[in-house]
Every structure is written in C-alpha cells, then in structure tokens.
C-alpha cells in the first residue's frame, strides 16, 4: 500500500475492492477477499467499530493489503463495492446515493442484505445494472455459500461476473430470486420461529438446542441466533413477515426483541440465550471459556 501525497490510498496491483461496514460481517467479508489477494479499502463511520475491525483484521491478516477510513472518497476508483451495514432499508439506499459520484462506469455494486428487496435498494440507482445482492454468511470467511440475487434491471454481464469472482474468492455462489428471505432465509425461518414459540411456552432453550443438536443439527436454533446476533436473526424474521403479507406463522418473537431491549445480542455483548465468558463476567484464575457456552 502507497499513500499519496493527497492522502490517497494507492494500491500496487488493480483489483480493489470497496466494503461499506465494518461490523461482524463487514469484517468477515474483508477477510474473504483479502486472502484471496485482493487489496481492500474498508469505510466505516463509527472510529470505535472502525478501530476494532482494524486491530482484528490487522492480527488475522498482517501481510495483507488492508486499509480501513472514514472517508468515503478512499473508496473512490473501487472495481467492486460491497455493501455490510445493519439490516435498515433507508440506511442502505441513502449510503448508495450517497457513493454515486465515486461508483466506476463498469464497478459491480453489491449488497450483502440477509432479507430486504434487492429490487427497492436499487432501481433509482444510475448504476443499477451493475447492481444486485451478494448474501454471505457468517463467518463468511468459513460458510461457503453466497446467494448471488440479480434484479430486473441487472446486466447478464453483471451476474457473470459476479459469479466468476465469487468463484475465484472460494465461495459457492448460487443464483437466488429476489423473494423475501430469497432461499436459505425464507427456508431456516421456521427452524427458528417455532424453535422462539416453544422457548416463549417455557421450553428452555438448552433443551431446545440439545434436541436438534442431537439429530444432527450442527447447531440449535438459539446457540445459532446468539452466534449470528439476536438483532440480526430478529430484523431478518421482521423483513421476511412484513414481505410476505404478516402470515402468523412467521410472526417476530416478543423473546427476541426482550433480549434486544436488554442488550443480550449473543457472542458479541457477551450474553443471549447463553452467557459467555468475558472480562467482565469471568472470575479471576478462570480457565477460560468452556467448550460450550453456559445457560444464561
């Protein structure tokens, strides 16, 4: 990496890839495409979030070609922009009105969306036939799969290029129909649904998990939410009931949003479903975290 004497970040081969957010999925994705050797430029407003994403990514990737800024003009002259903010339609359409004037003549622009319309973010764009949805998982750096959702307006250009870099960066890209929760999210809402409306009849949520751990399940439903976050998990069933029409059957769980309102948001904070040792909550002379994660 070169800094100009503007203060541009230059890099010395030509892929440069963009990634707006640089939150637990922000993160993960820059990780993906850093190990694949491309150099990357992170913005992120919040000096707390960007500083933390830093020291992380920093400590797992130290060779690589990595810079994270609050200035959305680093970004500027990107090949590929990828999208990783919080679940909020009018968050993300203003960010992508916002990065117009830096957005290349032929730059793919992705959204990294779990459930929203990919349609609605993008059809007042003017770069929107270069416009579409990449869903990655998290931790993206070891699910495979991405969700690759075009639009009316995206180019048959666009998805064949997106499907060849994906490729290249490791993933499993696979084309999705911009539906509510497209696949897999549409799919897994009843595992977890019903999994809340058992856990809200009393049904603890240990018991819960070692049933469907049991049946071979790599995780139960709630030691998922906790990894993925709660808000997250939450906000994707709330996109999903309101794109279907409200069915019953998809309704948000008043547990959720308690452990929402608690800030129990899962791994990260230290406690969802299951607390998990940190700092604050580990006596001295602990050993560290068990295997598993105790009952909160």
């Known amino acids: 990496m070169e800094v100009g004497e503007e203060g541009e970040i230059a890099y010395l081969w030509a892929m ?6 640089a939150g637990t999925m922000g993160r993960g994705i820059a990780e993906v495409v850093a190990r694949a050797g491309e150099a990357v430029v992170m913005y992120e407003p919040v000096a707390e979030v960007r500083a933390a994403a830093e020291a992380a990514l920093r400590e797992r990737l130290p060779g690589a070609q990595l810079a994270i800024t609050g200035e959305l003009t680093q970004l500027a002259g990107a090949e590929v922009w990828i999208e990783a903010i919080p ?3 009018a968050r993300k359409k203003a960010l992508f009105a916002q990065i117009v004037p830096w957005v290349g003549p032929t730059s793919l622009v992705a959204t990294n969306t779990s459930a929203l319309s990919v349609h609605a973010l993008g059809r007042d764009l003017p770069y929107r036939s270069r416009f579409l949805g ?14 690759v959702i075009p639009t ?11 499907l060849t870099l994906l490729r290249a960066w490791g993933k499993v890209p696979v084309i999705a129909p911009d539906l509510p929760g497209f696949l897999v999210n549409r799919i897994a809402r009843p595992y977890y649904v019903e999994a809340l409306r058992a856990a809200e009849g009393g049904v603890s949520p240990e018991v819960i998990d070692q049933l469907m751990e049991g049946l071979g399940f790599r995780m139960g439903p709630f030691r998922l939410m906790d990894l993925i976050g709660v808000e997250v998990n939450h906000s994707v069933t709330q996109a999903v009931w309101e794109g279907l029409g409200y069915p019953v059957r998809f309704r948000p769980s008043w547990l959720q949003a308690q452990k929402i309102a608690a800030g129990h948001l899962g791994r990260k904070t230290g406690q969802g479903f299951y607390l998990y040792p940190t700092a604050a909550n580990t006596p001295r002379g602990s050993s560290g975290p068990p295997a598993a994660p105790t009952t909160s």
């Open 16 to 21: 440069r890839v963009g990634i707006l957010g």
């Open 134 to 147: 990449w869903h990655f998982f998290n931790p993206a750096p070891r699910m495979p799969l991405v969700e």
């Open 152 to 162: 009316a307006f995206t180019t048959e250009e666009a998805v064949h290029r997106s």
């Open 87 to 89: 679940e909020d339609l």
